[in-house]
C-alpha cells in the first residue's frame, strides 16, 4: 500500500513540474507576441505620422497621390512581414503548449513498448 501512494505522489509531483514549465514557456511566448504586437503598432503610428507630415506638404495632386501610392505599398508590405512574424510566433506558442502533451503521449508508448 506504501509503494502505492509513493508511486501516486511521484507521479502528482512529476505532472505539476510538468505543467510548471510548460506554463513558463507559454508565458515567454505570450510576452514575445505582446512586444512585437506592441513594437509593430508603434512604429505604424510613426509611419502614419510621418506620412501625414509629407502629405501636408504635398503642393500637387498628383504628387499627393503619388506618396499615398508609395506609404499604401509599405504599410502592405510591413503588415505582411508582421503576419508572417506573428505567424511564427503563435506556431512556436502552439508548440510550447503542447510539449507536455507530446511527452505524455511519448512516455505511455515508452511504456506499452
Request: aromatic residues 10%.
Amino acid at each position: 500500500m506504501a509503494n502505492t501512494i509513493e508511486d501516486f505522489q511521484k507521479f502528482g509531483k512529476a505532472q505539476f513540474e510538468t505543467a510548471t514549465a510548460s506554463s513558463q514557456g507559454v508565458v515567454k511566448a505570450l510576452q514575445a507576441i505582446a512586444q512585437e504586437t506592441s513594437d509593430f503598432s508603434k512604429k505604424s503610428l510613426e509611419n502614419g505620422s510621418a506620412f501625414l507630415e509629407k502629405l501636408l506638404g504635398v503642393k500637387s495632386f498628383e504628387s499627393a497621390i503619388q506618396l499615398q501610392s508609395e506609404f499604401a505599398k509599405s504599410a502592405y508590405a510591413d503588415f505582411v512581414a508582421e503576419s508572417t512574424k506573428l505567424g511564427e510566433l503563435y506556431s512556436a506558442l502552439a508548440k510550447e503548449a503542447f510539449k507536455p502533451v507530446e511527452l505524455a503521449v511519448a512516455k505511455v508508448q515508452a511504456a506499452k513498448d
